[in-house]
């Protein structure tokens, strides 16, 4: 059934789900919430975060999340084990390729050969880095299936303490985060990600097929005013700076600035999905073992959302 508007104050609710918080993949959400563009299209957000892509889609798979953000890997398996019955890609997110994530080490590991017998910390095994930095071990020589131990993160993913305190010798990183990290001299930066795979879509906006066939319209409203958040961080620095200032006081202004002159400019301000990188990443997901099957584009992408005639 559609979604019906709340008798409060007529407005939609609507859960908006994350697979982790305090990156600058939120940024978008925040802004449009703070300048009320979600309102203004009749949506009251909350947003629910469920650490791990592969617990994110399954949440999603039992229907207890709307809308979701996650990246393509954990996406592509729960497709394929069926834990996100109906899952569809409809937009792209804000941090849409691998120019966003980055593989950064302990300062004294000066070859990836060295992280041979090392921890690895991970946001989850089912996450993005999960299955990425199986890509980046496998092109650095190692076997990542027995050369390394993977450690789960979950909600301590976004810290820098446990790489400080030399718990995990690697792990894949976003702003502010690398920038806080790199700053303070916990890590070293290697190379985004994109270097060993230079074009895939990453960063996804997913929703599931029953919710879009009831609420069309409603889905292009979420769209539009998280599309609007993002232009409106990328057109006024200034603004975005105070407010992630705000939202992360404990990070020190240079960490903040660094990370906004290297992130959003290249930030995907429109949601268009690069379908050509889907294939790459289904390929890379193939090749990798963490998916059995490709999948058709009908099967898992739907981009009704996106269309939006007069806006």
Known sequence: MPI??????SLTDITWGFANQGGHHDWPFVMA????????????????????????????GRGEIQIGRMGTPPFLQAIDNGSFPGGKMVASHVMHNLDH???VVRPEIEDLSQLKGQNIGVLSRGSCDGHLMKMELRRAGLDPEHDVTYLELRERYE????????????KLTTEPMLAAGELTGA???VEPVSVAEPHFQW????????????????LQRLLRAHARGARYCQQNPIETRAMVKQEMPDYADEV????????????????????????????????????????????????????????
């Open 33 to 60: 919430q703070a300048k009320g563009f979600f309102a203004e299209e009749g949506i009251n957000l909350s947003t629910r975060v469920v650490p791990g892509g592969d617990a994110l889609a399954a949440a999603m």
């Open 256 to 311: 903040i600035d660094l990370a906004l002159t290297r992130t959003l400019p290249i930030w995907n301000t429109t949601g268009e999905l690069d379908l050509p990188g889907v294939e790459v990443a289904i390929e890379m997901m193939l090749s990798i073992g963490s998916i059995q099957r490709r999948p058709s584009l009908d099967e898992i992408v739907d981009l009704r959302g996106l269309e939006t005639p007069g806006h």
């Open 203 to 218: 960063g996804l906006l997913v929703a599931r097929d029953e919710f879009i066939d009831d609420n069309p319209e409603l």
């Open 159 to 170: 810290s820098i303490d446990g790489m400080a305190r030399g718990e995990y010798a690697a």
């Open 187 to 189: 890590w070293r930066l």
């Open 4 to 9: 019906a508007p709340t008798d409060n104050a």
């Open 101 to 103: 994530f980055f593989l």
